[in-house]
């Protein structure tokens, strides 16, 4: 992502929506938001032959994140990516200097936590998320360079997720609102129907927002935006960004919602994260 500098309130860019109020400067943070091109961005044996080791899984993972991060200039680091095992407590964990050196690679490193959060001190670190049809949530506070990943299902929304992932920026690090940039991964659009009222939508912002909407009988519809926009408002925030690709329509992502309907070839993970570039020095 390149530095922006928008004056105008919101701009629609290609795949994104961008709604800005400032001219506040991105710096080295970039995002991170692969669709698949280089394959399934995962080990999880289901998206692999059966036979296949998790070894030899692993081995063609990270060759997928040599080619993103050559496709980058070397921008971040294809050793260091981090995800957390959500459990759905809230809870945050910042990547520390320790933590990278710990382990060659990032992916066998253990993570309890619903929110990673990545700072400029530990640049060519991404934290970031496997996802196909759920939106991954970074905040990052652009003026002390702290920022927080969240992949934010159905069920973790309903979990005021979203406006979790601010508040850990605000608790940990006392960052200020104004501060604060919010970018929405590509994720499923209006097309995610249920054949009844989901179970996951006990919050009574999904039907307050019409977040999930009743078509007719059997046939409900999903709007994961009107949901996020419930918890995270783009008039309090410097910039926000929201990647308008529709996962379960648009050829170039997966879906695991289009794969359940029969669309194999859309079984597969994307990748949605964050790092901090890192900065050559001669």
């Known amino acids: 992502m390149n530095n922006l ?45 059966d036979e296949l080791s998790y070894d ?5 993972f990270l060759e997928r994140r040599k080619m993103a991060a050559k496709d980058n200039k070397e921008a971040f680091d294809p050793y260091k990516f981090y995800i957390p095992k959500q459990d759905g407590k809230g809870q945050a964990v910042e990547i520390t200097k320790e933590m990278v050196e710990s382990y060659k690679d990032g992916w066998d490193l253990d993570i309890e ?19 196909a049809d759920c939106p991954v949530i970074v905040a990052s506070d652009l003026k002390n ?12 929304i309903n979990n005021y997720l979203p406006i979790k992932t601010v508040e850990a920026l605000q608790s940990m690090y006392n960052s200020k609102k104004e501060d604060i940039f919010i970018y929405v991964g590509a994720h499923a659009g209006k097309d995610w129907t249920y054949d009844r009222y989901p179970d996951f939508a006990t919050e009574s912002f999904w039907r307050k927002t019409g977040a999930v909407s009743k078509v007719k009988d059997n046939d409900f519809r999903i709007n ?8 995270l408002n783009p008039d309090e925030y410097e910039t926000y960004i ?17 794969y359940t309907k029969g669309n194999k070839e859309k079984k597969g993970r994307n990748f949605v994260g964050a790092y901090y570039q890192k900065i050559k020095t001669l």
């Open 224 to 231: 994961m935006d009107k949901a996020l926009l419930y918890q």
């Open 242 to 258: 929201i990647n308008t690709d529709n996962t379960i329509t648009n050829s170039n992502y997966y879906s695991n919602h289009a």
């Open 56 to 60: 030899a899984r692993k081995a063609i």
């Open 5 to 49: 500098k928008f004056n105008n309130k919101v701009l629609q860019i290609g795949q994104y929506a961008i709604y800005k109020k400032g001219t506040a400067d991105f710096a080295n943070l970039r995002i991170i938001d692969i669709d698949n091109k280089y394959g399934t961005m995962t080990t999880n044996a289901l998206f692999f032959e």
């Open 145 to 156: 360079g702290i920022t927080a990943t969240a992949h934010c299902s159905a069920k973790m």
């Open 113 to 131: 936590a619903d929110i990673l959060i990545t700072t400029d001190k530990v640049p060519g670190v991404v934290t970031g998320f496997p996802v």
